[in-house]
C-alpha cells in the first residue's frame, strides 16, 4: 500500500481532531483551542491543547504531541494502517489500492533492513564475547552500566576485514554492499 505524504494531508484534513479526541475526553473551549487534562499522564490542571486549525495536539505538562493518526496509535493502540483505515472510514475517504512497484520496492528495503539488524546484532553479539571485554571495560571506566549497553545495543568492531562479511555472508554480496 502506497500512502503518499499529499493523501496522508488530506486525511488529516478531513478529519476535525478536537471531535476525534473529544470522544474519549473532556475537551472545553479555550480560544480559538481546546482543552483538558491529558489522558497520557495524571493531572489535575488542564494542559492538554487542541488546535483544529493547525491540526494538532500538545500537551505542556508532559511533552504528548501529534496528529490524528498519532492520537490513534499512541491514544488507542493501534497499528498505523489500522488508524489510516479508521480515519479513512470516518472522513469518506478511500484508502489507495497496493501498487505491485512500491511493494517490490519495500520488499527490498525489508531486505536491507534485516542486513543491518543483522549486523548490529553481530556487533552487540561480538561486545559480549571473549574479543569484547576491553571494550566493555572501557564502557564500564566511561560509567555506562551494563542495562544502558543492552538498552542501547551498543555493540564492537573487532580488528579484522572479514568478519562481518563472513558472518552476513547468507546475505548475498549485493545487499552487503
Known sequence: MSLTPQWLDELRARTTL???IGRSMKLTKAGREFKGCCPFHNEKTPSFYVNDEKGFYHCFGCSAHGDAIRWMTDQRGLGFMDAVKELADAAGMQVPAADPRA?????RANTLYDVMTAAQDWFVTQFQGLEG?????????????PETNKAFGIGYAPDSRGKLKEALKH???EKLV
Open 171 to 173: 546475505f548475498g554480496e
Open 18 to 20: 478536537s471531535a476525534l
Open 133 to 145: 571485554a576491553e571494550a566493555r571495560a572501557y564502557c564500564e571506566k566511561r560509567g555506562l552500566k
Open 103 to 107: 511493494a517490490a520496492k519495500a520488499e
